[in-house]
């Protein structure tokens, strides 16, 4: 299958690094080549570390590498299928679908990798919104099994079912959700990190305890607010505003700590600021 992988960052250099590893062809496009370059030297980099660890072979790595081209434009996508993953930012998903419609084939699914945007809002400035999907994978995605699956009202059978089958084909294991705001993995995720916020921001207990209590009482891998710092912190407020807007419950309220935090430009780990400091 030729895939078209839209955003070359952390979340789509990861996808396109798991269909390159299962014989997909996959052309990786960004905003500009220096993007896309980057996303193909962190791949390179996953891959020598599994290289050094026997994972893999050189020549498998290498024939890896062979699978991603750069594609700097979205004109005159031949493709099956085109996955988007941007930023998650409304605006920002619908002129990129808007762009896929008109330059892939009529028979092309077009699937987002968002995790809580509208896939009913995606597909409706396109032509063709019963080949419109949600293909929502967790990060880091070579290492994470699961996908969302989010079929929008106009979804077809037919396209879910292709999605469900790839992701089992991928070596993932799919999770089919509504199309509801945050779907499943989101809708309890951010209202418990959020949680956790507030628990620092009223004075409950400091930054190290509450991730303490968290790892140590359930059994988490880690606190929720170093995995907030993991994913983001202005992407956990992103999906935290379309699940408060989507559903008009107070309880998915942003805290105003994570407000703040996300003013100051300490978005976490990939910043080297958020809840904690990375070096």
Not at 43 to 71: C, F, P, S, W, Y
Not at 122 to 128: C, E, F, G, Y
Request: charged residues 20%; proline residues 5%; glycine residues 8%.
């Amino acid at each position: 299958m030729r895939v078209l992988v839209v955003g070359a960052g952390q979340m789509g250099a990861g996808i396109a690094q798991v269909f390159a590893q299962h014989g997909h062809e996959v052309l990786l496009n960004d905003v500009d080549e220096g993007r896309i370059q980057r996303g193909i030297d962190g791949i390179a980099k996953l891959l020598d570390r599994n290289v050094e660890r026997g994972r893999m072979t050189a020549e498998q790595r290498g024939t890896v590498l062979e699978h991603i081209d750069v594609r700097p434009h979205l004109h005159d996508l031949d493709v099956a299928l085109a996955i988007e993953a941007a930023t998650e930012h409304v605006e920002t998903k619908l002129d990129l679908f808007r762009k896929l419609d008109d330059n892939t084939p009529p028979e092309a699914i077009l699937a987002s990798n968002t995790s809580s945007i509208s896939i009913t809002q995606l597909a409706a400035v396109t032509a063709k919104p019963d080949r419109v999907i949600g293909m929502h994978f967790m990060n880091p995605v070579p290492v994470m099994a699961l996908v969302e699956v989010i079929r929008g009202l106009a979804t077809s059978d037919a396209t879910a079912k292709t999605i469900v089958e790839l992701a089992h084909a991928l070596g993932k294991t799919p999770v089919e959700s509504r199309d509801f705001p945050g779907f499943v993995v989101n809708r309890i995720l951010m209202p418990m990190i959020n949680e956790a916020i507030y628990a620092v921001y009223e004075g409950v207990a400091s930054v190290a305890d509450v991730d303490t209590a968290m790892k140590l009482g359930t059994n988490q891998p880690m606190g929720p607010l170093a995995l907030a710092d993991f994913i983001g912190l202005d992407t956990c407020l992103a999906i935290l505003e379309v699940l408060h807007d989507g559903l008009g419950d107070p309880k998915y309220r942003p805290c105003p700590l994570l407000r703040q935090y996300v003013t100051a430009g300490w978005y976490g780990k990939k910043s080297g600021r958020g809840f904690h400091t990375y070096g």
